[in-house]
């Protein structure tokens, strides 16, 4: 998972023109089937901010921080539209009228957006915000992260089998919600996505250590120099924003206990 600051940028006039409209007429509807009708036959509107989208995470799921492996990528409703359900399986009203608001939509590969489906659980004793406490919403406790939210995405890790796990050293809380949304968002379950977690730690670890023999060669020469610079560069070329996986190549350079490694994976990499 990585934070996606997109806050700072709006779509189009004219896409909020239209997604206003829309809003207006699902509070203008009588019937819950009125409105679930108004959003199935304008699904389009949102999809159309798909690349857009996109752009914020360099063509990256926002939560698999996959490219293709964790199959085409959804425009993702954080908080479900017509339901929600909780930990225990149980239905309450979803929120209908976020259904063409645009700070509601996360990019998801579909594989995890099928998964999630309406789950949308809240913590213990926190009220669900409703259509006439709308201004409440972001009250709410959230179970599941939040790739937009600050510190959400610090709160899953990785190891050397391409596993999510919730990162070492926080409460039962926080651990809690990475191991909730690990498996709702399939993070782990779908093989392809593992794996191709792990090949990148294991390239990672072959460029560390391919760094440590450059920096361990007593015999100062030219050609140890330009080892060194090359092993240094490629490892940084990892975590350029524009690759899968990022999250997984700082965790393995952190966890290799070499200080040069940790202060790398603490760099601010700009893009190609």
Known sequence: MIHVPYGHKTPKKDWLKKAKRLSEKLDAAATKEERNKIIDDNRGLWAGLRDWLLSFSNGKCWFSEARDTFSYMDVEHFR??????????NGREGYWWLAFDWHNFRICGNVGNRKKGTFFPLAPGCSAATCDTRHLVDDELCVLLDPTKEGDPELVAFDERGIAKPSPGIGAWPTSRAETSIKRYKLND???LREARQKVWQKCRRKIEQARE???TAAPSSTNQERQRRAFQEIREMLNPDEPFTCVVRECLSDSGFRWAQRIASETIQPH
Not at 80 to 89: F, I, T, V
């Open 214 to 216: 450059a920096l361990q």
């Open 80 to 89: 479900p539209k017509k339901s929600a359900m909780d930990l225990e399986g």
């Open 190 to 192: 779908h093989e392809p």
